[in-house]
């Protein structure tokens, strides 16, 4: 598939098959998201990858409920890793790294949409209830979870803003 038309195929999937993923295939899909932009290059983003039924379920839980997370064959999730962007400060722990894992999570969900698979950003979850389950040392903090899986479902495209409300001319 060409770039265009991955960006123009994705979308937020809450329905998965019970079909196993390829360790390999969930290995290229982080690949792809550590060939995102980050600040400096430092890559101050970790990737913790969860297969386990009762983990996952837990994660579902610190995740408001959101049952879909569990029903996932693999929940990857994609922490910020503040001590690799500690050369930047207080800008580093406080905006480069939530910035450098946003861009791999997207590439991420492109990576996925490429190989036929399907995912949602989950970012509404308790963080220090996904650290404790996961055993996240303090300089971890988990920014997203990616639940990963083949779609049950045909999704609807999600309507956008107009263009002409968004973009701003030469000053605000
Ligand atoms: C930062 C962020 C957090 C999100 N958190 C959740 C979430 O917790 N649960 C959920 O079902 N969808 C979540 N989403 C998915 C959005 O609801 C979805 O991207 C939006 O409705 C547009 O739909 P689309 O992805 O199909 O284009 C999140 C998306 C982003 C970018």
């Given at each position: 598939?060409?770039?265009i038309d991955?960006?123009?195929?994705?979308?937020?999937?809450r329905r998965f098959r019970q079909k196993k993923i390829?360790?390999?295939?969930?290995?290229?899909?982080?690949?792809?998201?550590?060939?995102a932009p980050s600040a400096g290059n430092l890559q101050p983003r970790d990737?913790?990858?969860?297969?386990?039924?009762?983990?996952?379920?837990?994660?579902?839980?610190?995740?408001?409920?959101?049952?879909?997370v569990a029903e996932a064959p693999v929940v990857v999730v994609v922490c910020a890793n503040l001590r690799r962007c500690?050369?930047?400060?207080?800008?580093?722990?406080?905006?480069?790294?939530?910035?450098?894992?946003?861009?791999?999570?997207?590439?991420?969900?492109?990576?996925?949409?490429?190989k036929g698979l399907a995912c949602c950003w989950v970012g509404a979850f308790d963080e220090n209830a996904v650290s404790g389950i996961l055993d996240m040392p303090q300089h971890i903090r988990p920014m997203a979870l990616l639940p990963i899986g083949y779609s049950e479902v045909k999704t609807g495209f999600a309507?956008?803003?107009?263009?002409?409300?968004?973009?701003?001319?030469e000053r605000w």
């Open positions: 598939m060409e770039l991955v960006i123009k195929a994705r979308r937020s999937v390829e360790d390999n295939m969930i290995r290229e899909i982080i690949e792809f998201g550590n060939l990737f913790v990858v969860v297969k386990e039924p009762d983990t996952k379920k837990k994660l579902a839980r610190a995740a408001l409920d959101q049952d879909f500690a050369p930047y400060g207080t800008r580093g722990r406080e905006l480069y790294c939530i910035q450098d894992s946003a861009a791999a999570i997207e590439n991420m969900l492109l990576a996925i949409v490429d309507s956008r803003i107009d263009l002409d409300e968004l973009i701003h001319h």
